[in-house]
């Protein structure tokens, strides 16, 4: 046997030993997901993990966040961070692990949960890269900071954690780095620097009119109408408004109005969700939607101008240069080049930027494959990409391997372009 030489290959020596309590502790959180900002048992699970490999261990910051210190002498500090939360829907993945449970919401309705999104995963890895760290701590020097975020899916968790004093409670990190699982090739890695996952903003429209009986319009202002044309026009915004090397997406997900068929309502409601990779775009786009919004009821003769509100927001998302050159030369020098892919942005979105805008430090965030690649193999020569169960389907199911491996190893290499006792030094070869 040859001794191991570079610190990854320290470190992630013990992976293939711990890899079955991690593949339970995967199977457990899948098994029992919680909703936004409900996260406590999956929590008190994070807690536990860290307590016993001898993290100092801060739990309830920001509802359910859990955070873990590990100091190991001088050096940078890295936040390593995994949002714990599922959301509302029904699992029917088939898994023997699927989710049979149900939880309350906000608005204290009864609904299945399930871990659509793969935070569960995300869950697995931190587990597994913070006990790796911890015990080959001859290994690499520096503080780790481990973050459980809450309440990633409403964008409430960071902000959360944050208004909790995370900035002022915890040394201020060199570098923060998440990962997430998504659709691509399970043992692949994919990023790149600059904006990685887009802004995002909903929007709540009530659009007021005139009900009356269906047979007499005239008597009416018809908000069904009104709200038509809103929808119609509001898509001029991406086609007409922002430029082809630009991009945005606008789309109505909720449209209502009216109980029955001879009876034209009073008003009308609209919910839509914006995705934007530049806060210019942003900033256009919704002004967009307000003149728009307003110009239609205009027209309509509205008896009232539209009711605007703002659901919530996500922040754009950008990868440091540096930083993410950093990583990506890390994690090539680890896997094997095939294995690291370059994707531009995803428009998806994710509260993880505010860390690193609130602390102004940089932040790299990248995409880990959990498709079965023979699976992903198949649905690309078949043109079939964009049949395959995305995030947020209830059919969202990562293979369990080489999918837990992969994203425990990313982040122990990743950080350890920080953290290893040679890190800063010239790249070997
Ligand atoms: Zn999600
Ligand atoms: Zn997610």
């Known amino acids: 046997m040859t001794e191991p030489k570079t610190a990854a290959e320290t470190i992630l020596i013990d992976l293939p030993g711990i890899l079955p309590s991690l593949e339970i502790a995967y199977k457990d959180v899948h098994a029992h997901p919680e909703l936004s900002m409900q996260e406590t048992r999956t929590a008190a699970l994070a807690a536990a993990h860290l307590t016993a490999h001898a993290y100092e261990v801060t739990s309830s910051v920001g509802g359910t966040g859990v955070v873990g210190l590990l100091r190991n002498g001088e050096g940078p500090t890295v936040m390593l961070r995994a949002d714990m939360d599922a959301l509302p829907i029904q699992e029917a993945t088939g898994l023997e692990y699927a989710s049979t449970d149900s939880a309350t919401d906000s608005s204290g309705a009864t609904t299945p949960v399930a871990h659509a999104c793969g935070h569960d995963m995300h869950v697995a890895w931190l587990m597994g890269a913070s006990a790796l760290f911890a015990g080959a701590r001859d290994a690499w020097k520096g503080t780790l900071l481990i973050v459980f975020q809450p309440g990633e899916e409403t964008a409430q968790g960071a902000r959360a954690m944050i208004d909790d004093g995370l900035l002022t409670r915890f040394p201020k990190p060199d570098v923060i780095l998440g990962q997430h699982v998504m659709v691509g090739p399970s043992g692949t890695i994919a990023g790149s620097a600059g904006p990685i996952t887009s802004a995002a903003d909903s929007l709540q ?26 929808v119609l026009r509001l898509q001029t915004i991406v086609s007409r408004e922002v430029g082809a090397t630009e991009a945005a997406v606008l789309t109505v997900g909720v449209l209502q109005a009216g109980t029955k068929e001879n009876v034209i309502p009073d008003e009308a409601l609209i919910k839509l969700n914006v995705r934007t990779f530049d806060d210019g775009v942003r900033a256009r786009v919704l002004a967009a939607i307000e003149r728009i919004v307003n110009a239609e009821a205009q027209a309509s003769g509205a008896p009232r101008p539209p009711e605007i509100t703002p659901l919530d927001r996500y922040p754009l998302n950008v990868n440091d240069e540096a930083s993410s050159d950093r990583v990506a030369a890390a994690l090539r020098a680890h896997f094997s080049t095939d294995r690291v892919r370059h994707v531009g942005p995803a428009p998806a979105s994710e509260d993880f930027g505010c860390f690193g805008t609130e602390w102004e430090a940089p932040s790299v965030f990248w995409f880990v494959g959990g498709t079965d690649p023979v699976v992903y193999e198949r649905a690309k020569e078949a043109g079939r990409l964009n049949e395959l169960p995305v995030n947020h389907s209830p059919k969202f199911a990562p293979v369990l391997h080489p999918t837990l491996e992969t994203g425990v190893e990313a982040m122990v290499v990743a950080a350890l372009a920080w953290l290893s006792r040679d890190a800063g030094a010239p790249a070997r070869p």
């Not at 009530?206 to 009104?226: E, K, T, W, Y």
């Open 205 to 230: 429209i009530r659009l007021f009119g005139r009900g009356a009986h269906g047979s007499m319009p005239q008597a009416s202002i018809d908000p069904v109408v009104m709200a038509a044309a809103t």
